[in-house]
């Protein structure tokens, strides 16, 4: 009795002291809400639909102002839109925190615990999945949430039955189709369940779930484009040229260390499915299955990997003696199974709620200016071209910067991160001049392009300095600004110095 007493307190000592650590962890990352640069475009394109409605072809650039344009996340930047007006990009931060907060910090240990896992292993497991891209200020936080409510609900018919709730998902699907592309992964879940239900032979089932999945895709037609939403989510197979966005690159061939400890999560989860493959139903092994081969190949899909996994892993391991909670088979109808069920449902979204906000507040104080958190910081570039407007007229620029300068009302430019627009072909002669590969002056030539800003690791800057046809007029060693190396360069450079040293 008393090693039974001692061995619970020692784990729930040290599930408190992992789930600090979670917290401690969630904390420490809040600031990569503001890490991409694709927030500012969709700020600015939330707030022109609030002023103008949905543009037919693009607001933002000089190079593409007649392309007809398909802003797929269009909900999702109107809400942006709306929160910078009220709060400015303080609030639009703030809001992604708390939304990633309660996906890491309550979503997914109360789905464990509910099921009987003991805390320790289930905040053991969290400390690995905290991900940077859980956190950014972009559509995907919606499809996170919506992946989370469809499991929910899936799991719900699959266990209880056919109730009213499952017809909360065709108007989920509404709002999933106009916030971001990952819809598709709302239909594959249902119609992932609806097979595994035929190949089970669930009846009541198989008829809910097949109207639920017609329901779903009739659903996603709801939206200011119709079938062309489908059509041009279909086109991402061949548009833009993915080889050069860095997320959608497959993780080993990035940075390893950087992505260990979520593949040690998939390794981890992947052994509990396998070892309790029995309590892991036939949707579980496909969802999983998939959403773990597309995390291996594209960064960008290991969140959804472990949203996929994680509810599957858990059902293993609450089957499996060594990771229950006592009194696992009546957990909910014990005093200590609504002990913990409340703990789920009532403390950790107030924890993680808190966690986001205070984490924020200390990282981001409303009192003091607040600018996207890149590594590559373009803060003083973009101040210096704020201050002198004149040198955007056809500007070569990085997509980064692009992005800024619409952001900061400074468009048209030439290219921003929105390379689903702009398009494979444009995208590969940009790539091409970028890397300085041959021709890259003539391609500037084809542009009539007056001044540049490039990224100093890339090779066109390196190319700039060797080449005696243009100027550097500014260089904080991350961004550098270029004029050509003409009579009307030269005095441009010459004021620009004389007014920097004055200031």
């Known amino acids: 009795m008393l090693t039974n007493k001692l061995e619970k307190s020692l784990s729930n000592g040290f599930a408190a002291a992992l789930c600090m650590f979670c917290l401690g962890k969630f904390g420490s990352l809040v600031g990569h809400t503001l890490q991409c640069g694709d927030t500012g475009w969709l ?24 392309r007809p344009i398909v802003i797929y996340q269009w909900l999702f930047a109107v809400a942006l839109g709306a929160l910078f007006q009220q709060g400015g990009l303080w609030l639009v931060g703030l809001a992604s925190a708390v939304v990633a907060a309660l996906i890491y910090l309550c979503y997914l240990p109360a789905s464990m615990i509910r099921l009987g896992v003991k805390p320790v292993y289930v905040f053991g497991l969290l ?51 106009n916030s971001h592309s990952f819809w598709f992964i709302g239909l594959l879940m249902v119609a992932t369940y609806l097979i595994a239900a035929i190949f089970e032979n669930r009846k009541g089932s198989r008829k809910s779930l097949a109207m639920l999945l017609v329901a779903c895709f009739g659903a996603v037609l709801l939206n200011p484009y119709g079938w062309g939403l489908v059509h041009y989510n279909i086109s991402f197979t061949t548009e833009p040229d993915f080889g050069s966005i860095r997320e959608l690159q497959p993780s080993l061939l ?110 981001f104080p409303p009192e003091k200016p607040i600018w996207f958190t890149n590594t590559d910081t373009n803060l003083e570039t973009t101040k210096f071209l704020k201050r002198h407007p004149d040198l955007l007229n056809r500007m070569f620029c990085d997509p980064a910067i692009g992005s800024s300068l619409i952001f900061e009302n400074l468009a048209p430019v030439f290219i921003d ?87």
């Open 43 to 66: 700020i600015k394109t939330g707030q022109y639909i609030l002023a103008h409605g949905i543009p037919a072809t693009d607001p933002f650039s000089f190079t593409c102002p007649d």
């Open 127 to 177: 400390s690995l999945v905290c991900s940077p891209v859980f956190y950014w200020a972009r559509p995907q936080l919606v499809s996170f949430v919506l992946i989370a409510l469809f499991t929910l609900i899936l799991e719900h018919l699959r266990t209880k039955g056919y109730d009213r709730r499952a017809w909360l998902l065709p108007p989920l699907m509404v709002l999933w189709a």
């Open 254 to 363: 990035l940075h390893p260390k950087f992505f260990f400890a979520n593949l040690l999560y998939l390794a981890l989860a992947w052994s509990a499915i396998i070892v309790g493959r029995r309590a892991v139903p036939l949707n579980g092994l496909l969802l999983a299955t998939v959403g773990s081969v597309a995390a291996l190949m594209f960064y960008r899909f290991e969140p959804v990997a472990i949203l996929l996994t994680w509810p599957y892993a858990g059902l293993a391991l609450s089957k499996m003696e060594f990771f229950q909670s006592a009194g696992d088979s009546t957990l909910e109808q014990t005093n200590l199974g609504a002990k913990r069920l409340k703990l789920a449902i009532i403390c950790l979204p107030i924890l993680a709620i808190g966690c986001a906000i205070s984490s924020f507040m200390c990282q």
């Open 417 to 503: 991160t929105r390379f689903d627009f702009y398009g494979r072909q444009f995208c590969s002669e940009y790539n091409s001049c970028f890397n300085a590969e041959l021709g890259w002056q003539d391609y500037l030539s084809k542009w009539q392009v007056r001044s540049l800003c490039v990224d100093d690791s890339y090779p066109i800057y390196k190319a700039l300095l060797a080449s005696k046809s243009w100027l550097v007029v500014f260089d904080d060693h991350h961004f550098s600004v270029w004029l050509p190396n003409n009579e009307a360069g030269k005095k441009r450079q010459q004021e620009l110095a004389i007014k920097n040293t004055n200031e």
